[in-house]
């Protein structure tokens, strides 16, 4: 029993599609209590001479009136399941001036219980969306003014009249107050709600992750064995017979070394977050020495490392794991343009993150990226294999941060990791370079 009284009541949080079915609903059900409150009502305030004998029939047909708007709602609610804002604006906008008019029969505001009126401060703020809370405070207001104005003093009452100088501010201020907080608290709900959301997603993508991992770590372990004896035993076959200059034999091998080389990829892909160690590394540092690394590599590529700003930028992450993902995304930024093409690679600290772009001047980044953004073996070039890009996605989902992708307005493109700062660490003010003034922060999200 007190379960369905729960429920009853429970009010409409659920954040689902049909959320305004579900504030009408719980509109109607709180209506029928006040229709009872309300009948119950009669006897004790025709007792104590608040509700005058010639009133009492109007009385009844406001609160008549209310109870088929009830009924007519619950039928509508069974047939339709679109309610909307205005529907629920013209709901409660109803109750407000029904009750104004019981009311005004019984004394106004000088009723004593017509703080209840206030009520519906709380709950237009709690169930109504930006401006149609603010107009349905105003036809509170007029209410208010009306029960000041229009009332039936009923006998029980005179003699005992606060002066309306005094009570009509304070039940003004009354329904002020109670609008504001009802409208934080309902507003800080929502916000916690999306917040919610937001890590639910976060969960199921990594779980994802996870899953991906798992396969991708079998299938490895599958085919490494049986991979590397058809690789011996082709090239014993080609020594045998002397076919080591043979086109046929030759495309098959390459085709088994390609293999080999999908499976270390996939091997090296996987990203656990409980198996990684965490360090405090100064970011900086760090992708400085990757950039250094690089050209001592290839002294064809041009990189061009820049640090913003002067406040320490410190994080934690997996060195090892980390620097791998700087370098995968200069290694995508360096197939991404032609040769000469410089990279420039920025580290800058912005609103308590500690951000890693990286910028090409290739043609940005291809619609099949974006649009499976997070996904493994996505790649448009012929020899690649899609798992870079995915390994940098898979290390940020592990420690917390994002990875971003856009484009450059000159063109070109912008990889960027996101990393949580520190919070030992004060900010800095940081600018980007001179043709990019305000890189992009939103990420595209995978379909």
Not at 134 to 161: D, K, R
Not at 406 to 421: E, Q, T, V, W
């Amino acid at each position: 029993m007190l379960e369905l009284l729960r429920s009853f009541f429970a009010p409409p949080l659920t954040g689902d599609t049909a959320q305004g079915t579900a504030k009408l609903t719980w509109i109607v059900r709180l209506r029928w209590v006040a229709l009872l409150a309300q009948v119950g009502a009669i006897p004790p305030a025709r007792h104590f001479g608040l509700l005058e004998p010639a009133l009492v029939l109007p009385f009844l047909s406001v609160i008549t009136s209310l109870a088929l708007l009830n009924v007519g709602t619950w039928i509508w609610l069974r047939k339709r399941q679109d309610a909307s804002q205005p529907h629920i604006l013209a709901q409660l906008t109803f109750d407000a001036a029904a009750l104004s008019v019981l009311l005004g029969l019984t004394g106004g505001a000088w009723n004593p219980v017509a703080p209840i009126l206030f009520v519906h401060a709380v709950l237009g703020s709690l169930l109504l969306d930006g401006r149609l809370s603010l107009y349905y405070f105003g036809v509170l207001l007029a209410c208010l003014g009306g029960i000041q104005t229009f009332s039936v003093i009923p006998s029980g009452l005179e003699g005992n009249l606060v002066p309306a100088a005094i009570l009509f501010p304070a039940q003004m201020l009354f329904a002020v107050v109670f609008w504001i907080l009802t409208f934080w608290l309902s507003r800080t709900l929502t916000s916690l709600q999306d917040h919610f959301a937001v890590l639910r997603e976060r969960k199921t993508r990594i779980d994802r992750l996870r899953a991906v991992g798992a396969l991708a770590a079998g299938l490895s372990h599958e085919f490494a064995t049986p991979l590397n004896t058809a690789q011996l035993k082709l090239q014993r076959l080609a020594r045998r017979h002397q076919l080591e200059n043979e086109p046929d034999l030759s495309t098959a091998a390459e085709a088994l070394d390609r293999c080999g080389e999908v499976l270390r990829h996939m091997a090296g892909s996987q990203l656990h977050p409980d198996g990684l160690s965490l360090d405090v590394a100064d970011i900086d540092d760090l992708v400085e020495r990757v950039c250094k690394s690089l050209k001592q590599a290839s002294g064809d590529t041009v990189i061009r490392y820049m640090a913003t700003g002067r406040t320490p930028r410190r994080a934690l992450v997996p060195s090892v794991a980390f620097s791998q993902a700087v370098l995968n995304l200069i290694d995508n930024a360096v197939k991404a343009g032609e040769p000469g093409d410089p990279i420039e690679v920025i580290v800058s600290r912005q609103a308590g993150r500690v951000d890693v772009s990286v910028l090409d001047r290739g043609a940005g980044w291809p619609a099949v990226v974006r649009r499976h953004f997070g996904e493994p073996f996505v790649t448009t070039r012929p020899d690649g294999v899609g798992l870079g890009l995915y390994y940098v996605y898979t290390l940020a989902e592990a420690v917390g941060a994002t990875l971003e992708l856009s484009d450059r307005s000159a063109g070109g493109a912008i990889a960027r990791i996101s990393l949580p700062a520190l919070s030992g660490s004060s900010a800095g003010t940081n600018t980007a370079p001179e043709d990019e003034p305000n890189l992009p922060r939103k990420a595209p999200r995978s379909e």
